[in-house]
């Protein structure tokens, strides 16, 4: 450690971004000038862009569990075991903050990550997480109510990051319509609001179209993409609705043509070798036919052009509720009606299942790499685990 302190201070630098989290957490206790330096923007700037493989990949599993007074949510830390494709423990589980309404069970979104940083959410709550450095955030909630006889439906929510004004921002859109006797389709409006981090406050969008598809409510029908939220979304035909986060405005994107029409497939969006892909996969809810068999896989080759849309997989797949994630470029990670996590290798065709479940439907997965981006302070508390 003495020698260290004596190395020219860009040696240290380009020797401590390449160092995990949880050592450089240590190191911040050598000195007063380590401390300063591993807590500086710029350092944590160049350690989150640092050069990576698919060995750094963590993941951030959560999944329910049904107990006798409602259910238990639980999130665990993982990483690939060494040499194989399994998953491995990092930490102990810990329960889920904040999101304790039944509604998360299902619906509950993880969605990220962004810059190392992963937005939990469910009806009613909003919690920011860092998973490397185990601190998260509960953000305020949106002081735009509602009149009395309507009520509110959250349709979508979205984070990402604003690299024009360098602040983060959750932006969620709902269906406000009339509780009966008021419920007439007549009567509906959207509504869109935006909480900006660097504020720390949320503000209504006035630029909501009332045409906007209805955006699904499925595992992994969103995902933040080249500066901008997707959600997979209908309106007579299904489409890709975005949500530009510098401009704050939204548009549409078309899915390759099969996809286009209701059938007996449900649609996820994630990300294979860097482009945007949508999974076209049998609907749990349905009884089992031919067109059930199979999960096709579709990239978008050259982004916002909807003819570079491209099959590049069509598998024969067990029975699934959803897909998860897509690890180590190769790995496809579903959750079975059962509510088992298994994989789908892409190269070898197999099929594997971990020891890791939870109650059916409520399991979700991010990979995420990690990184020190600290969660931004407002009016309620950073806390830790």
């Not at 994989?343 to 979700?364: C, I, M, Q, W």
């Amino acid at each position: 450690m003495t020698a260290m302190k004596k190395l020219p201070i860009d040696v240290v630098i380009n020797m401590l971004f390449r160092l995990p989290v949880k050592s450089l957490a240590r190191f911040k206790c050598v000195t007063k000038s380590w401390y300063s330096l591993i807590q500086s923007a710029d350092f944590i700037n160049r350690h989150l862009n640092r050069a990576t493989t698919i060995t750094d990949e963590f993941i951030l599993f959560k999944r329910s569990f049904k107990e006798q007074e409602g259910f238990r949510n639980v999130m665990s830390f993982l990483v690939g075991g060494v040499g194989e494709d399994n998953l491995d423990p990092i930490s102990p589980d810990v329960d889920v903050p904040y999101l304790s309404t039944s509604y998360s069970c299902i619906c509950h979104q993880l969605t990220g990550p962004c810059h190392g940083l992963i937005l939990l959410t469910d009806s009613t709550n909003l919690v920011l997480l860092n998973p490397a450095t185990r601190n998260y955030r509960l953000l305020p909630p949106s002081p735009f109510g509602i009149q009395r006889g309507f009520y509110r439906s959250v349709a979508g929510v979205g984070f990402g990051y604003d690299s024009v004004r360098k602040t983060y921002k959750v932006v969620r859109i709902s269906e406000v319509y009339g509780e009966p006797p008021f419920n007439c389709p007549s009567v509906m409006e959207w509504k869109g609001e935006v909480y900006n981090s660097s504020t720390d406050s949320w503000r209504e969008l006035d630029c909501v179209d009332q045409e906007l598809p209805w955006p699904y409510n499925f595992a992994y029908s969103e995902i933040f993409y080249e500066g901008a939220f997707h959600w997979y979304a209908h309106k007579n035909v299904v489409l890709i609705l975005c949500f530009d986060v510098n401009t704050e405005t939204f548009r549409t994107m078309e899915v390759p043509e099969p996809c286009a029409s209701y059938d007996e497939k449900c649609h996820s969006l994630l990300v294979l070798d860097e482009f945007l892909t949508l999974f076209c996969y049998p609907d749990p809810r349905r009884e089992s036919s031919p067109i059930q068999e199979t999960i096709d896989i579709w990239t978008m080759q050259e982004y916002r052009v909807n003819e570079s849309w491209i099959k590049k997989h069509t598998i024969k797949s067990p029975p699934i509720e959803s897909p998860l994630a897509i690890w180590k470029d190769r790995l496809l990670l579903f959750q079975d009606k059962s509510g088992i996590l298994i994989s789908y290798d892409l190269n070898s065709d197999e099929v594997k299942e971990f020891k890791l479940d939870g109650y059916p439907a409520t399991l979700r997965v991010i990979i995420y790499k990690e990184s020190l981006t600290p969660i931004p302070k407002g009016s309620t508390q950073v806390q830790n685990f």
